[in-house]
């Protein structure tokens, strides 16, 4: 393992985590549910849970994979062997092939409608045509694919380049760009007549519409929004040095990942009330990256024909951005184990994982059109994945990465990583250490039964 790659700065660690956590999921999904969910009463439950149970489980990751130097799988292999803990790094990777295929469909819509606001394709439609536009692209045979395999490619092309001049260089351009492009669009977004409205909207908080439900909601996402659970930071900390604060980081990179996912409220909200859309109708809904907001952008900017040209030309290359940087952490969780445990170059591991991932996404792109009608439990191939990996498996796995490190590790290594051998303060060392005991696996448990619908049928 001495020749392991590693990243080279600092602030390489946290840009390219960062970049790691930082994807649809903050400004797509986090929108949305915030909208659906009662504005900032849901944003302070989800801060919450960012603190009590999100950088916790980090930690767990990262402690797991600096402390070993190793894939997961390897790591549980070497700290617990023969035992059936290998199975939780297995589940990971297993989980990392299925996400990285389902998610590079939507990232490379995001490709699409780069284009689309690029060669000025939003201009002069109605509500109606969105709508078709949408339909008519994501049940298209062929296009949907050609994206996809570009999404892969371009993450193929930053793996092979390995970990300091793949991962890191590419982070160290993109994040810094996709920070500029959010804040530009923050604010324009919020100077918009009317923004006031949506701001209240996101800031004020109506307790009344947290249910359980919500509650629970939130700590799903906020697990899905900091990638926990299947190792992709257990990967990305074998990379870190002996000097990196894992604690920091952790506080640094939580609190990065939720500044983009509430300043994307402010991007998306106040120019919906400025155009007078209403919150909570089917607007907000998974349909809104690509149906509501084009329709929103078009609208807001009528009077400056050159923003609302720019405008959603930024925000689609946004995402495209910030989808690339969260593939990669998924391709490299698989490559790392492949070309670990069966000793071959990582090119070739990448394009093999390429390949595969290539297949299984395009069964899920065509589910959205000539395979619509072929489920499996009520669900589409790419509902399918998307329900077992991000409801399922990412709790399952984050609640073992939580118990292996709270119960089975020795506890001085455990302190001993979070403090970089007694050179740090123990100040949150044994909060960190009760949280990962008792504190993240119950309320991931509440999480597992929610998704299955264990709740309701109790009560
Ligand atoms: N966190 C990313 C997002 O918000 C998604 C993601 C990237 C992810 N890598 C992951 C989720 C690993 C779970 C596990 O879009």
Known sequence: ???????????????????????????????????????????????????????????????????????????????????????????????????????????????????????????????????????????????????????????????????????????????????????????????????????????????????NKTVINAMGQSFFSLSLGLGALCTYASYFDENTRLVKSAFTIGLLDTCVAILSGFIIFPSMFHVGHHVNSSDIGPSLLFVTLPNVFHEAFDEIPLLGYLFPVVFYLLLVVASITSTISMLEIVVTYISEEYKVRRSRASLFVTFISVVIAVFCSLSFGVLKNFTIFGMTIFELLDNMVSNLFLPIGGMFFSIFVGWKMKKQLVVAELTNHGNLSMRFVSVIIFILRYIAPIAIILIIFNQLDIISLLS
């Open 1 to 211: 393992m001495t020749d392991r790659d590693k990243f080279k700065s600092k602030i390489g660690v946290i840009l390219a985590t960062a970049g790691a956590a930082v994807g649809l999921g903050n400004i797509w999904r986090f929108p949305v549910e915030t909208g659906q969910n009662g504005g900032a009463a849901y944003i302070i439950i989800y801060i919450c849970f960012i603190l009590l149970v999100g950088i916790p489980v980090m930690l767990a990751e990262f402690v797991l994979g600096r402390h070993t130097y190793s894939n997961p799988i390897a790591a549980f292999r070497q700290l617990a062997p023969r035992t059936p803990w290998v199975w939780v790094g297995r589940l990971g990777v297993f989980s990392g092939l299925l996400i990285l295929s389902y998610y590079s469909v939507v990232a490379g819509w995001t490709i699409e409608y780069s284009y689309l606001a690029i060669t000025n394709a939003f201009d002069g439609g109605t509500p109606q045509d969105y709508k078709d536009v949408y339909n008519s692209f994501v049940s298209e045979p062929i296009l949907p694919i050609i994206y996809l395999v570009m999404i892969l490619l371009a993450t193929h092309f930053v793996i092979v380049r390995g970990i300091r001049k793949g991962i890191e260089k590419f982070s160290m351009v993109m994040m810094p760009m996709l920070l500029v492009m959010l804040l530009v669009l923050v604010v324009c977004s919020v100077t918009l007549s009317g923004a006031g409205e949506g701001l209240e909207y996101l800031l004020k908080p109506d307790f009344s519409k947290i249910t």
